[in-house]
């Protein structure tokens, strides 16, 4: 018997104007968790996909348990025991935990679902590997840790002993992150054989037996994790040493760029408050970033920030501006950029080309039109610098649909846009989310020199080490409300962990008139 029970072997996968697997050859153990690093675009979700049955290499074979095998869509790949939770969740929002678990594999009984038997076995293999759900929720009330959490039910539901993971931890709070860690070691144990797509290089130190790094189509080689660094797997992914700490001088503000008094924000059905009397000042010319467990307000504060959605009382100032009741355009136009936390429900638009995107906000001015008519020429002219400063990664540059690009490079091109605009006030939530150890350290140096530009940035990340390394002061938010304020040179991950928690609080802070 084969000591691999899945071999991809010299798999070529081609795309209009570029080769997403040029000649990769991977090779998966046993029982074993092996991680797949590399950059934004670099093919590794492409190559997890022709895995799954979702792509067609144009050369290459499969083998499981050292049998020659042909994957033509996922029913074949479940039918082989192989599972995959997508980047982007495959889940229909407006059916329950349980409806979207037996979703394909349904049992019927005289054309009526028989889910008595389904309900049981799911309640059971959340209760053996620790993932509790409620299998009578929605998705769309639930958040996304949960609906991940639904994701790898459907692949236990299914039987599978081959589990993908793509980007798994990408849209998970810290201490999701160590629970999945957890289940990912506990299913190793029993003898399943896990695929870790990831380019967070302490979650593959921490949890992977082995990693195989991908660069530009290109296998450039497998390591024991035992044996290897985070610089070597850095430098192997980007081709170059990677800086990892932010490299900033202390900031020196100006006057309040943007001022929050009094907000309140309640929740869909206005029967509780998300965001709790919130005020706080972001000056020009400094970095302040809002530290919190994912759920106590943050999205909501954003939301009302940005103009998607109504607060029920406060008052929003840019400068001198009251914008509490102002449109989206109309802030846009008063100098505020905002980097959404979800790219595809508020960042692009997915079936618009990445130059139709790069111009979301600013299609309508003299530059891209003329007389109601776009300015094809200056759209892309616009476009193909974005593409170049920002190392955006696309098949056919331009004109390529947003779509078909990778999780990664349509995250530079939101970044792109939004830093472009030369905004007054830059609201950055989840700014890195998706993105390689290369692309951070970029995206990073551009908010500093945003910054340093005399522009306001308020950062609102989930990840801590993000937010204590670019912040120079911080704001943390519990159950709605701000409940500390830290300087950034002088926080540390304990002191911030138990205001994120509740255990510790500060007096209310005093906003500046």
Do not use: W
Not at 37 to 59: C, D, I, W
Not at 86 to 110: A, M, P, R, Y
């Amino acid at each position: 018997m084969s000591e691999y029970v899945i071999e991809m072997l010299n798999i070529t996968k081609k795309f209009p104007g570029i080769i997403a697997n040029d000649d990769i050859t991977l090779q998966l153990k046993k029982g074993e968790i092996h991680a797949l690093l590399g950059e934004n675009g670099a093919g590794k979700s492409t190559l997890m996909s022709v895995l799954f049955g979702l792509y067609q290499p144009e050369a290459g074979e499969i083998k499981k348990d050292g049998e020659i095998v042909k994957i033509n869509d996922p029913n074949d790949a479940n039918r082989l025991n192989i599972g995959m939770v997508h980047q982007h969740f495959k889940l229909v929002e407006i059916f329950s935990v349980l409806d979207n678990i037996i979703l394909g594999v349904e049992q019927t009984k005289n054309g009526f679902l028989q889910k008595k038997d389904a309900r049981r076995k799911v309640m059971e293999l959340s209760e053996k590997y620790g993932l509790q759900v409620d299998p009578d929720a929605l998705i769309e009330d639930i958040g996304v840790g949960m609906q991940q959490r639904v994701e790898i039910l459907k692949m236990l539901f299914r039987d599978n002993d081959i589990l993908i993971f793509d980007e798994p931890t990408a849209v998970l709070t810290p201490q999701e992150i160590d629970e999945l860690m957890q289940i990912m070691r506990n299913f190793a144990r029993e003898g399943k054989s896990i695929l870790f797509i990831t380019h967070k290089l302490n979650e593959i130190m921490a949890v992977a037996d082995r990693v195989t790094v991908l660069r530009k189509g290109k296998c450039i080689g497998t390591l024991d994790v035992a044996d290897t660094d985070v610089d070597q797997l850095a430098e192997m992914m980007v081709g170059r040493k990677v800086n990892f700490s932010v490299d900033k001088a202390p900031s020196k503000p100006g006057e309040p760029a943007l001022t929050v008094r009094n907000l309140m924000v309640g929740d869909k059905r206005h029967t509780k408050k998300k965001v709790n009397n919130v005020s706080f000042c972001v000056h020009k010319g400094e970095i302040v970033g809002i530290a919190g467990i994912d759920g106590n307000g943050q999205s909501e504060l954003v939301y009302a920030l940005t103009g998607l959605t109504k607060p029920e009382s406060g008052v929003v100032y840019i400068g001198e501006h009251d914008i509490t009741h102002n449109s989206i355009r109309e802030r846009n136009d008063l100098g505020l950029s905002h980097i959404p936390e979800d790219r595809h429900k508020y960042g692009l638009v997915l079936d618009y080309t990445l130059a139709e995107n790069l111009i979301l906000k600013n299609y309508y001015t003299e530059e891209f039109q003329r007389h109601g008519f776009l300015r094809f020429d200056e759209m892309y002219r616009y476009s193909e610098e974005l593409i170049r400063r920002f190392d955006i990664r696309s098949g056919q540059g331009s004109a390529t649909v947003t779509r078909s690009m990778s999780g990664g490079n349509q995250q530079k091109a939101i970044v792109a846009r939004e830093l472009s605009l030369q905004p007054e006030v830059l609201i950055a939530v989840q700014p890195t989310r998706g993105l390689d150890v290369g692309a951070i350290e970029y995206i990073h140096k551009q908010i500093v020199a945003a910054r340093d530009d005399r522009k306001a940035v308020l950062l609102v990340s989930l990840e801590l080490d993000e937010v204590m390394s670019l912040s120079d002061r911080i704001l943390v938010m519990y159950e709605g409300e701000i409940v500390a304020e830290v300087q950034g040179s002088s926080a540390t991950a304990h002191e911030l962990g138990l205001y994120m928690s509740g255990a510790n609080r500060q007096a209310p802070m005093e906003v500046e008139a």
